[in-house]
């Protein structure tokens, strides 16, 4: 009896280290994880030590540049549009003294002081919204870019008050009533979570770029800002560019050209 319970211990014991590994093979997989799910990567996905964007917000003069690009973005993740003060943004715009409110002052050119920005999640290197989370449903993935697990979180709301840029949303309502075009190729969230822009990781699994840099006709560039040679690095070598209060220590990935 003693032997045939060994034995069986052995083989138990085998067993449970053979699914241990085929679990991590699988995690080590042509994979890639995203906010909403795992996607299937494409042999030409794109990929970056530190993804980060450069914004010339000299390509944004008038209200239909601003719209194409928020548009792409929000009909691409099935952001809802839902009036009065519980709509849901993943990328919107607003003026230079909400946008940058470190030093403004008077004597900027009009084009700056009265113009508006594109804003979004900065992706930050030290991202609050990440410590504050007591689920985990939001963290910081090796690339630099910061996502949101919906199934994780359950609505604290912490990341929000963590966020310095106001880049979160909450889901007061049902989403798919105010979703005028639903695309089928990204799940929709639910009631009850938070979420913001991702950075497109499900389009970079499939070697695509963000929807609002395809959209915004060269105005958004993105690319690794570890490499020298990247669109974004050069951009910011030959441009005079600022971030979004970069004094908190947060190191958001977001870059202006003014």
């Not at 003069?61 to 952001?79: G, P």
């Not at 990328?91 to 920005?117: C, E, Q, S, V």
Request: some cysteine.
């Amino acid at each position: 009896m003693k032997k045939s319970r060994r034995d069986f211990l052995k083989v138990a014991g085998l067993s449970a280290f053979a699914l241990g590994s085929a679990a991590a093979l699988n995690l080590g997989s042509a994979k890639a994880a995203t906010a909403e799910g795992t996607y299937e990567t494409a042999p030409a996905q794109l990929k970056a030590k530190r993804w980060a964007m450069v914004i010339d917000t000299r390509r944004f003069t008038n209200a239909a540049d601003f719209q194409k690009v928020i548009d792409a973005c929000h009909h691409e993740h099935n952001v809802p549009d839902i009036p009065g003060n519980q709509n849901v943004k993943w990328l919107w715009k607003d003026t230079f003294a909400h946008t940058f409110p470190d030093d403004p002052h008077g004597y900027m050119p009009d084009r700056i002081i009265h113009g508006n920005f594109l804003l979004l999640c900065n992706h930050c290197d030290n991202p609050p919204c990440v410590r504050v989370c007591p689920t985990g449903a939001t963290f910081r993935q090796e690339d630099g870019i910061v996502v949101m697990d919906p199934h994780r979180c359950i609505g604290c709301r912490f990341c929000m008050a963590g966020c310095p840029y106001g880049s979160r949303s909450f889901n007061f309502r049902d989403p798919l009533p105010f979703i005028k075009d639903v695309n089928t190729a990204y799940p929709p969230r639910t009631r009850g979570v938070v979420e913001k822009c991702t950075f497109c990781t499900e389009r970079l699994a499939k070697g695509q770029l963000p929807a609002c840099v395809e959209a915004s006709d060269g105005a958004i560039l993105f690319g690794d800002l570890s490499d020298p040679a990247s669109t974004v690095r050069k951009a910011l070598a030959e441009n005079f560019t600022i971030r979004r209060k970069p004094t908190l220590g947060t190191g958001p990935g977001v870059y202006y050209i003014i």
